[in-house]
């Protein structure tokens, strides 16, 4: 996984076949590897109403393109984390002259070191995958939640290809069902949902298309890898949400929603 990512955002400093490609799936180049284009991050500022003065947390922000369009549009102090060195060291380098409202660190999702009651939001978007213990993760995720404060999750859940459909639990499919929504619950977090999989299913159609068409420039600068990775996971979301097997939702849970 480590390899891969690394040389993802390798990649990415020269790939221009990638640039296109995120402008026209995600409407910004923001070197996305997860599922949120703009609107949902239009969503993601609309629900959380993120302002000036606020301390945001950006668990897996990669070369930190989008915790850097965050604070540009919210004013906040965005802070961002990886375990990929070059991203983090990608979003410093970029940053400089933004370094009072951003900062970026290294840091494992498995293995977080967080200052205690330090955010106003801590946003994971499709990163609470790499947690080995979503139980665990959420529960330092809280522990660095300033009173009041929440925690943002875009998150997808639903069948991998090589999971025979009989093995899938589709029961657990609905929001309040998941195993994210499972880890929220026993971590005395209540949570609102968006659902988000109609845009999800479009995104994916979209990434074929504009993928199929960039081909030639992917393969004239010997970047192949990056369009198989993104085809493969087009496809599988594609198909499992047209099965009824893929469900992707936003959710959003307050600390002072604690229950115990
Ligand atoms: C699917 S990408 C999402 C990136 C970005 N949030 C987005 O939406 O485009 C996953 C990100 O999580 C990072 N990551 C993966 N495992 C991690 C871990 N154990 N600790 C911290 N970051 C991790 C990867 O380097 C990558 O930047």
New binding site residues.
């Given amino acids: 996984?480590k390899d891969f990512?690394d040389a993802f955002y390798r990649a990415l400093e020269h790939s221009r076949a990638y640039h296109v490609f995120c402008e026209r799936v995600y409407g910004k180049d923001?070197?996305?590897?997860?599922f949120?284009d703009v609107e949902q991050l239009e969503l993601l500022l609309q629900v959380t109403q993120l302002r000036l003065g606020q301390s945001v947390l950006?668990?897996?922000?990669?070369d930190g393109r989008?915790a850097e369009y965050l604070a540009d549009r919210s004013a906040a102090h965005v802070s961002g984390?990886?375990?990929?060195p070059l991203?983090v060291q990608q979003a410093q380098q970029r940053t400089t002259a933004k370094a009072e409202r951003l900062n970026f660190q290294v840091?494992?999702?498995?293995h977080l070191a967080l200052p205690p009651a330090a955010f106003n939001l801590i946003l994971s978007?499709?990163?609470i995958y790499?947690s080995e213990d979503y139980t665990a993760t959420l529960a330092a995720l809280k522990a660095s939640l300033k009173p009041g404060g929440q925690v943002a999750i875009f998150y997808s859940y639903g069948r991998e290809p090589w999971v025979p459909v009989e093995q899938f639990p589709k029961d657990r499919l609905p929001a309040d069902k998941t195993p994210l929504a499972e880890a929220l619950w026993s971590n005395g977090l209540a949570f609102q949902n968006w659902n988000l999989t109609a845009q999800d299913h479009a995104l994916a159609l979209r990434r074929k298309v504009v993928l199929e068409e960039l081909k030639p420039v992917f393969e004239a600068e010997q970047t192949m890898f990056l369009y198989e990775n993104r085809l493969g996971d087009s496809e599988g979301i594609r198909q499992a949400i047209e099965d009824g097997l893929h469900a992707r939702y936003l959710y959003l849970a307050k600390e002072n929603s604690l229950s115990t």
């Fill in positions: 996984m990512y923001l070197g996305q590897h997860g949120a950006d668990l897996g922000c990669g989008i984390l990886d375990f990929i991203a840091g494992d999702i498995n978007i499709d990163t790499f």
